[in-house]
């Protein structure tokens, strides 16, 4: 298989915002009884979340964590060449909600914009593309904007997603240096697994009509959602990932011929903590060194990795560190990187 492969260019700084209103899952009990939610938020270990309002979206979650980045690090607006928007929850159909916040955040119109629409692995594949990108002369700087508002797209009615998924947006300024080693990137698809994590209807191949909006009982336990909210195969999912995450993992250090014992910390897409402490053991990984943020805000998605980072390892990324990051699920893609960080300017999480 092919890897990716850089040098000289990372990760300057990261920025994150959350919605300003908590979510209690234990007193999340309107439509399940207590004892029952009790046994879920155990298994999942989610006992917080934040829940963007109405008239929130992601684009403005990342444009708050954006502004903070760039006012701390007193970042100079014309020096960004490249914009990348991860999402799957955009503001629109069109336009790409990354032009709207190229103009909003006052960057200048030379600056290439465009949206990236993939799930749990999307902050690492936005990463290989502003990566890439950043190799070419005319590229400084790449701004990397992850959102997502995944409460809006999940049923409070099934059990299997109502008690997981959060709301957040992060920044990340990346640049070209000559003390940046070099980087690695593995990833992956498998669009015959589409099914496992799905939204059946909204877009153009079942598109929106009175029937799918409809809630519905969706299986013997009565669980209810409509065909425009989201559903996950829980048992299948983890299959996958006990099959296919270490072995990538695994894959990756070894081409880069690094010791696990090298790599400063582990940081994986938060999906639950169930999921997030059988990879740790099958990976023989010391727990301090792989941070999770699951507990507080839940999974949310592609933005969980760098949310990690901000909320985690903000005092921790002193001097030159090495990461090991690692998103996996809807699509179903995944993808793991090992980057090295070079005094990575860290902002404190913004409530929007």
Known sequence: MAYLEYSGIGVLGLSAAVPRQVIDNYSYTEHFPANDVKDIIEKIGVKERRFAGKDTCSSDLCYAAAEKLLSDMDVDRSEIDLLL?????????????????????????????????????????????????????????????????????????????????????????????????????????????????????????????????????????????????????????????????????????????????????FVFHQANSYMNNYLAKKLKLDEAKVPMSIEKFGNTSSVSIPLTIVSELRDNLEGSQKLLLCGFGVGLSWATTIINVEDCFITEIVEV
Do not use: W
Not at 135 to 162: C, H
Not at 193 to 213: D, F, H, L, Q
Not at 238 to 252: A, C, Q, Y
């Open 85 to 265: 928007f991860v999402s799957q929850t955009p503001d629109y159909r069109m336009p790409a909600t990354s032009i709207i916040l190229q103009h909003r955040l006052g960057l200048p119109d030379t600056t290439v914009a465009f949206d990236i629409s993939i799930g749990c692995s999307g902050f690492l594949y936005g990463l290989s593309v502003a990566f890439a990108m950043l190799q070419q002369k005319g590229f400084r700087k790449a701004l990397l904007l992850d959102g997502e508002t995944r409460s809006k797209v999940y049923s409070p009615k099934d059990r299997k997603t109502a008690f997981l998924f959060g709301d957040a947006g992060v920044a990340a300024l990346i640049g070209k240096n000559n003390n940046f080693m070099e980087s690695y990137f593995s990833i992956h698809s498998d669009g015959s697994r589409e099914s496992m994590i799905k939204i059946n209807a909204g877009g153009y191949r079942n598109p929106s009509s009175a029937e799918t909006v409809k809630e519905q009982v969706v299986d013997e336990f009565g669980n209810i959602r409509s065909e425009e909210q989201g559903y996950m195969n829980g048992a299948d999912v983890f299959n996958f990932l006990i099959r296919e995450v270490p072995k990538d993992v695994h894959g990756l250090l070894e081409h880069c011929n690094v010791d696990k014992a090298s790599v400063d910390y």
